[in-house]
């Protein structure tokens, strides 16, 4: 079978097909035993076969019987046509098909096209009997997917273009079953054809087609027209469209030859509006536009009524999809004393609708007018001891409110605050939310004493607002943290400022910040200053941040200035602590600095440890810890238009490797020639047994012209030590000749660089007997019905376990059963694997289930660099066991004579007298259920009202650990019902041992995530 599988496979799967080859799974016998294939060779098949073909389907798949299995029908098939080059795939059918069937398997998938344009094929669906008795077959279902276009040019202004496109569903077909004939079906109520065709007729010229107008004055500029029509066929109905578009084209509207008057109300530059629109019919849709239009024209006027004066009317006119808004507004200005108000575009609007209904106030048209809010709210003072202003923004459409406020008093305190509010939240409720910033910075600071000033104080408070950590990490490499920690120029920055807030915090309900500031300096003049900031979310996570900023010899005019943003976080959600930095608008004298920093540590399920300056080795893939692209530590000596002279490096340590690296570069573009240079070097480092390899690369080019006249290039690694070897390749060019090479050469002695082996049993044994290492915990789904005495713990008391408890048995040395190769740096030389099997009493044999911990699977294999670099840095892998009793060998202990003497004592009121005999209340049904709601049955923890508030919902949403699973390469299944696993290292070793047994599935045998398991 094997032979004929590998050698002839067309063959193998023909003899499958038929029933003669047979290589299904065979269930485990024992818990303790795996499933496995079995194969087989029915001969008696053959003679039928040859004999009596006809049997072939009713023996082999049960056609026609109560046994039919059309998932292996379709298996097999699917080998089949894979055996013939013939491309299939498998997949769980949806849909019509799924609700008109009681499908019993996978459906399998034939294409004939697979191209972008044209898809076609056949699917193959097992379904279940009908009304016949052991009629279950085959459903055969044809798709189409197709679509093409076409441009006719008929000559350099016209073009026809035609788009057609056509669609049969998988939800017609044939039905092949055993006992009537084969017969045609339609799953759905109308047409399962979809198709439709559109043609287009442009007309173009080679600037503009259309040119109404003197070129130096007003005119309208068409590049295109476009007539379009549209045919289409659906399960919806029928569609037929008519347009007419104008594309690339523009409005040019002049006012500059008109009079004195004019030219001093109206502005002076043309303006242009872009013009981009389609007006269409539509037989279900009726009237509609599409494409963008619109013009704004704003006139100076300035006209003075008193102390309020227009300085401005803007008349806006838009064309949108099926409505055209137009609205007339002002710009206010009014002064009253030191006070200067402005206010803009504040005025009327009016909105043009087409109905889809065409059944509008005008017929078919739709006319309403309304109240145009103002944009925004200006304010400014100037008292003399009070100098300052703020501005409000308005966005009625999307309920939101922001302003901002910096009031300088005195010359001695400088107050900004900042304000965002919004009354409708993102998912479209109405609701309420603010976030305020508030600061005030001291002119000169306050002294602290030791050269340190309190040079500002704030405090950021949010309601009904949440902060998100990706943001704010980002924020530390966009500079939005200078938006939050006492930021400069609130007014003329309040775009941007407003902006960043409202992605850092954003609306969420019943989440509240607060967030006390403070700025410190040292020096006087301040040469160094520090802001440092803490946000609390309530309820959520916590996060630090600050500026940090050294100027010599004076903030005025600094010769150094070193500028840090830095931002720290703890997600308790995610259980990970954060640091990011990056120096910003830093400079020694002319030279310029700039790089990142990221630190990460995860604790929890998932632990994992990341410090990084400047970035990774160019092959690393940093593992998901919300990692920016991160630059790197860089030093530019010189950049100019002529000259650039830049150095960089990177230094990383995570728990698997140490790297790091650096790069220089030079260039110098004398315009007649140009001279360029680089050198640079990455390093990996390994300690036991010590390895390491350093891969270095240099190039230079000298050009004149654009023709290269001299360039050398060399890339080379260098490894060891004992033996030491260094390889690599160089070339040189000289204007059309070039030389290159190539080198390894290793040299020295090989020599044993391991630390001394070790023996690793019994320092796992001795682990194992530690007191700390041994717990007793109680199964949360037993209901023990007392409450127990919590008992002291201590390293030296005895371990007490409950009868429905379990013991809990660990060890923090190495992981179980998986393969050992060294532990840390040592090399293992007693045992390769350690695996608990079971654990007795009595003679009585334990349940046993694994105790999982995190491990650093570096620690314990040998990995290569490239694994490494990709591998998780921990795993779960197990590190004990779980004992408890089976619930077969429960018994109850020895029955026991004991007297107890009791009192009782009754303290209370005394008792009302019961009634005399034959006198008896009505029932009375509600208040009867009303108490029966507060007895002790109904409040106690077994009882069915208990489990209905703590489950008060059927449907549940649960989330599984992402695991992985050894797989058949050939369809992407499970080996067997075992082969799925918390952590690779576990499919990997499990795997291992399945090769070692059978060394034909080598080829055969993969391991894939679980979200990449076909289900069986």
Known sequence: MRHLQYEHPKISAFFLFIGIFDNSYQPAALPAHIAYKQYRIEWERLIIFLQEPHRIPEIVYGWGTPTYDGKLLIENIEHLLNALEIQTGVYMPTGDITSQYSLSGDALYVPFFDLDTVKAGLEVYPIATDSTPNNAGLAVSPFFIGSAETEIVINENFSLLIKGGLKIDKTTGVEIRPKTAITLFDLTAASAINGSIEVTFRISGPEHLVQLGAPESSRLEIGAIELTGKAQVNQQGNDFTIEIAVKDSRVVIDLGGGDGFISSVLPLDPIEVPLDLTVGYSTK???????????????????????IEISGITIEIKIEDRKIPISVSADFKGELGPLTVVVENIGVSTNLSFPENNRG????????????????LGLSVNAGAVIGGGYLFFDFEKEEYAGVLELTIAGFISAKAIGLITTKMPDGSKGFSMLIIITAEFFPPFQLGYGFTLNAVGGLLGL????????????????????????????????????DLKSIFPPYEERFLIGPMGKIGWGTPTLITLSLGIIIEIPGNIAILGVLKVALPTEQTPLVQIQVLFVGTIDFDKKMLTFDASLYESFILTMTLEGDMAVRLKWGDEPDFLLSVGGFHPSYTPPPLSLPTMKRLSLTILNTDIALIRVECYQAVTSNTVQFGAKAEIKFDLRACIIEGSIGFDALFQFSPFYFIIQVSASFKLSAAGIDILSVRVRMSLEGPTPWRAKGTGSVSILFFEISADFDVTWGEEKNTAIPEVAIYQKFLDDLQKREYWSTILSNNKNLLVSLRKMEESATAPLVLHPAGSLVVQQKILPLQVKIDKVG??????????????????????????????????????????????????????????????????????FVRKNVAYEITIIDKEPIKPFRKGRFFMEIGILFNHFLKGNSVSKSTLSKSHLNKMQPFAEKISIKEEGYTVALKSNNKAHTAHATFESEIMAQTYMEEQIARQPGLKKELQIIPNYELQSS
């Open 285 to 307: 849709n009726g009237i509609y536009f599409k494409g963008s239009a619109g013009i704004q024209i704003q006139l100076p006027i300035h006209i003075s009524l008193g102390p």
């Open 361 to 376: 106030n005008m017929g078919p048209f739709d006319l309403g007018f309304g109240f145009k809010p103002p944009n925004g």
């Open 464 to 499: 009904n607002r949440t902060m998100l950590l990706d943001p704010l990490r980002n924020a530390v490499r966009t500079g939005a943290v200078n938006s939050i920690m006492f930021p400069q120029n609130v007014i003329a920055n309040a775009p941007r400022i407003i902006s």
């Open 825 to 894: 740096s040592q090399k293992v030389n007693d045992v390769q694997k350690i695996t608990i099997k079971k654990a007795t009493s009595d003679d009585n044999e334990l349940k046993i289930t694994e105790v999982n911990d995190n491990f650093a699977r570096a620690q314990y294999q040998n990995l290569t660099d490239s694994e490494k670099l990709s591998k998780p840095s921990f795993e779960k892998m197990p590190n004990g066991v779980q004992i408890s009793l089976s619930n077969t060998i429960i018994k109850n202990g020895k």
